[in-house]
């Protein structure tokens, strides 16, 4: 029972290095999904963005999952062109956003699906980006988008845990500005020298 658990730790563990190994060569769209999955900016940004607009109505999920995927592909032909501190910063005002368990409007949402898409293009860091890998980076964004936001207002509907989601969501939600915060300040310490 031990062994398949420990090659699934092995294999999904290891997708830094998958984003750049024989995978297609490196250039497919594997290499762009690895590259999101290794990127902690980009699943941050996700989980944020999961914890902001969960409580939207369920017929706006999927406005909310088209724009952050496609500019989660477009941002990520930007990588290397702009401040590294950029999509960090976009993580933390998401964190905070879901500290302060605000129910965003239908465009709110939206809007917020396109700057978390685009923080998690920019720091999925293709280098050198192409079209395979960006659309990667697009299917990523969605495919976990989507699964998070179509469970989470089930889990809400059991009664126990209605009182914990709330909670759970400003939990999350200061993780997640911390972790933005602190890799903003990395990136603009290694900026300066």
Not at 78 to 107: D, F, Q
Not at 114 to 132: K, N, R, Y
Not at 143 to 167: E, F, N, W
Not at 170 to 182: D, E, P, Q, Y
Request: charged share 10%.
């Amino acid at each position: 029972m031990k062994r398949p658990i420990i090659a699934a730790i092995a294999i999904l563990c290891s997708t830094a290095a998958w984003a750049h190994g024989e995978l297609g060569g490196g250039q497919g769209i594997l290499s762009g999904l690895a590259h999101f999955l290794s990127s902690p900016i980009s699943l941050a940004c996700l989980v944020g963005l999961v914890a902001v607009v969960y409580v939207v109505e369920e017929e706006r999920v999927s406005a909310i999952v088209i724009a952050a995927a496609v500019s989660a592909g477009l941002s990520s032909f930007l990588a290397g062109s702009g401040p590294a501190y950029v999509a960090p910063i976009v993580t933390a005002l998401v964190g905070l956003t879901a500290v302060a368990a605000l129910k965003p409007s239908n465009t709110a949402a939206i809007l917020m699906g396109i700057a978390c898409g685009f923080a998690s293009g920019l720091a999925a860091d293709l280098d050198p980006p192409s079209l395979a890998r960006a659309a990667g980076v697009s299917i990523a964004q969605a495919g976990l988008l989507s699964s998070a936001l179509y469970t989470l207002p089930d889990l809400d509907r059991v009664r126990k845990l209605q009182s914990v989601l709330p909670i759970a969501r400003r939990v999350v939600g200061s993780w997640v500005a911390a972790i933005g915060l602190l890799m903003a300040a990395l990136a603009m310490q290694v900026t300066k020298t």
